[in-house]
């Protein structure tokens, strides 16, 4: 048997288990995986450098299947080459509730899975922050880290409009060992592509600083000769794999009848026919099944090899590398965020919440190296590239910040890419009206329960000037309602201080931070405590039982501040509470949110946004102060001023409640 | 003086403007009218069909400024051309709460502002999208509909994913009356676009179907000659325009220093000299001023021939397009809808509200010839392509359904252009967790007033066995908080109609529709008033006073009406709301909201996503049965079960907390 036919029968066992699956589940892709099963041979038995039986290997290169629908290719490959946790019976509930084979693949849910993958380009993206993070750290370590990074993608990867922002970055930077495998199969859900499409891909990837070829997808030594063209390039690469979809399908191949449904048992018995497969579903013969065992360890001897070099590294260095590989903090982290809030308190100053985080995140830089910022293009106005940041360049990625360009969603694709290879703590940086266009990959940070900041400054009308279409007044109540992610607004610099201790020890939980453009007063007069850990407490007490509560975040603390002063001088007895996150808030017991909420007869929420969310704390019955609509251009005081969110408007408020509640 | 120097002067009359109001307001950005002032100049003076005196003749070229931040070209223009609203004192008020120069341009707020943009990428997505829609309307109406569409695009429009979802959108369908003037000045906030970007532009374009040249942006021979040899392509055409950022002011020109801060009086006063502008600040002298109230009247004659051919329409097609450039809905509207009702109500159907939102939908386009449709390749699972369409082509635009291809946000945005056209009305359509990619213009519709509709289906944990990725969860808490959008969530056949005759109505606001993939009883038995109106109301009654009161959207009506049979045979007496749009209800009156929120002691809202948005009717002691995390892939039933989503816990919970307030 030829090289080639071996690698047919090989990739055949793919295309049964991928049809025998999804027509087990009467749910699923089939067309995807029978349509790259060649390819994805080639590149798994002759290129990628792997080793099954150490999944987690640091310097593996990387396989994302952006085409996350085709999810069965994926699972059939771990199957194969070995991954323990990928049992046949993993593949036969494909699909099912507490399975490990979900519809599209889940990263931490699912061993091997290197990033979630299926709202398309999504996967591309992350991709491109993983080759971005891999020459970033072989600079830092140059005996460590020397991996590839690949991505299968599809048509529709590269219809969304992601992909050109991805591609954009990965061609201005030249990350050459970054290779996509694009499965130029012509078919999209709707049909044929030429329904929507007349994109002339290879040419769009010169265009942005690639090199490209196309290929046929199903000529496994044209293949094989493409993808190692490209070792030694100077650009990324994109390989066009014209294949067809469903490959072997006697009548629904080339359709998109094969893509996202079952092919029925007529169909998958013509199929195992056309492509000589005789065997019952999810059996694989013995020789294939040694084949691809063997091929799952064919990157042992490089691994053995690399773990002399990670040994001889210096001990510190080895040490430190690991603390970074386990996203733990070194403990001089804790001492110098103490200075520095010690120092805050020492020196009070009215500054605006973007400057203060610039100040905090000087600090966590200057312990933490493996801190790479970055912004879309709003450098001076996200004040986030630091004195202690050196700006990484095509020709030197020895640095730690990132010029993305005016591309948000692909900052934040990237950005989940960064924190997902390992060994790096990334944080983006743009307005706050536009966490809209990253909105896709927080979601999957937050699925993904991965570390990453993203600096959102420019947070309410305060913006002022800019109008409406800059001023975000429903994107705090947006970003709350994402579970599992961390959504700060702190009031002064010291929340904000406290905001980084907190994001840069979550582990398991991205942050965005919502910071202002324009001054604020210091509120905090102690930092013995990192209040902002429970989301929510009281900043300033009533004298006596409270006849008022005031909640408020952010800007709208020192104004809360300002209302009680009025308050407390009238007669009405005041406090305010601080909520500079609600994600935290809710984690605490019942008992301390009670308290903190506590029982004053009026309750007002304070903040310069929409009111959603706020009932949750204030009651439904409770005041609110701040946005029912879109914002307006003018200076900042000017535009608080015609919406009504004064400490004058509040102290009214709380007076008129009062006395309707007594 | 040669016809260059004369053009030239007219420009400067822009850049003194632009400086002089962005200095006055000490905020703004002065650097791309001072750039662009050549091209723009070109364009109004020789190209452009206008009529200053009437803004709104529908034949007229659309001009876009898609970097809205320029915005000081835009009202220089309209001053300078002789709007009537864009007095010298409105220049004066740049910037300013209540003026009609807001820092960006916003439609409908200022006279002749075409669309409002700011956020990159917004303004040439719409671009595209307004091309469309003269392609379809002139398909219908060829002597009516003649017209050019011109968008002026920066560095950073460029940048933004979605510029080529629109460009490969244009390139496809061939759009050959669209021309991108973009401002290749090669600087952004950041510095020189070379720290972040590397695309060769014009290959990229002509790598999606568009004719590309470059010029030099202060040669107006040149660019004249440019935009001309444009006129009979084939293909739409990017005119890249070499310029200099800041033209004119001696030090900042050609640097990020002139894009985005008032230039200083120094170097106003540099500029003055160096254009040979000895005019004070706001002053125009009589040469230029009457030049340019020349150029703005350049149209009439064009327009004045139009009108004859708008006059000797057949009087019903006439009257009939006037009717569609109102957005006003033909009287055969109403009683096709209610026909289609009464026919529900006849032979009621288990469906998915997809199905019963395709069914709606064929009868909407029956009446209403202006809808254009399309789907973001998920056509066959959006339903909304129906029988009654025809789909446009590159080759025939006599259709109305469009495949838009994988690119969300791309559709997004000229649906919005579609509409803002005039004479159309667009309905997009994908899963509703995709809504996240179109959020960006789905604020803008929302802040622009305009009346489109996006059928976002596959809207919940229901989705079943494509797991989390695709199940949303905090999507329709984020829709819901944007201001002037209505959400719709409808519960079954007739709600899902009713939320159409709305949304068709709604020529203020635009309406999204969260609509299931699974099957639903229909509960609605009478359809005598249009409910979903009023936003919730009482869909079951208890019987006698209300012990338990159940609020639900969607598919968790059902749900809720199957608990309170349950609960009624344990003799709690039960009533259930369904609440088809919170929007609508927070707009009724407070004694209607009283009345449907009322009395009952034990209140619980339904739905399967997060709690977020329901406390306002439920109130924060309210019981909740949904979502507080990510979903799962598995058959939806089995996912509904494994969080809870039952009427089994609707039911239990009642009795609980009924328990606990005994």
Redesign the interface.
Known sequence: MTDAQTTRRMANAIRALAMDAVEK?N??HPGMPMGMADVATVLFTKILKYDATDPYWIDRDRFILSA?HGSMLLYSLLHLTGSKEMTIEELKNF?????RT???P?RGHTESVET??????AGISNAVGMALAERILAAQYPTVFDHRTFALCS??DL???????AI??A??YRLSKLVFLYDDNSI????D?S???????V??F????WNAVRVDGHDADAVEAAIKATEGSDKPTLIACKTTIGFGAPKKAGTEKAHGSPLGAEEIEGARKALGWDYPPFEIPDDLRKLWLEAGKRGQAARKEWEKRFDALDDAVRSDLERRLHADLPDEFATAMAEHKAKLLAEPKEIATRKAGEAALTVVKATLPELVSG?A?????NNTLTKNMK?ITPTDFGGDFM????????MAGAVNGLAIHGGIFPVGSTFL??S??C??AL??A??MKIRIVHVFTHDSIGV???????QP???L??L?????LNVFRPCDAIETTEAWEIAAASKQRPSVFALTRQNLPQARTDASQNLTAKGAYEIAAADGPAEVSLFASGSEVSLALEAKKALDAAGVKTRVVSVPCFELFFDQPGAYRAEVIGTAPVKIAVEAA????W???????GGFVG????G????YK??YE?FGVTADAVAALAREMRSTAA
């Open positions: 589940a749910s699923g996350g699909r099912q509730v507490g399975s979900p519809g599209h889940e979630t993958t299926g709202p398309l380009g048509d529709g219809m969304e409009g992601v992909s050109q922002e954009a970055i061609g201005h999209s859900i709707d049909g592509t329904l929507s499409d007349s994109v002339d891909q040419a769009r010169k265009a942005c600083g912004s293009d709003l450098t001076p106005s700006v010029h993305w360009g005016v591309r948000e969603h692909g009206v536009f809209d266009y909105r896709p979601r999957l937050a699925l002022g000037e800019d109008g409406p279409t800059h007044v429903e994107h109540a947006a709350r309602a994402i579970p599992n929409i009111r959603q969310g009932d949750a704390i204030v009651g439904s019955d946005m029912s609509s879109f307006e251009s003018g200076p000017a535009v015609k």
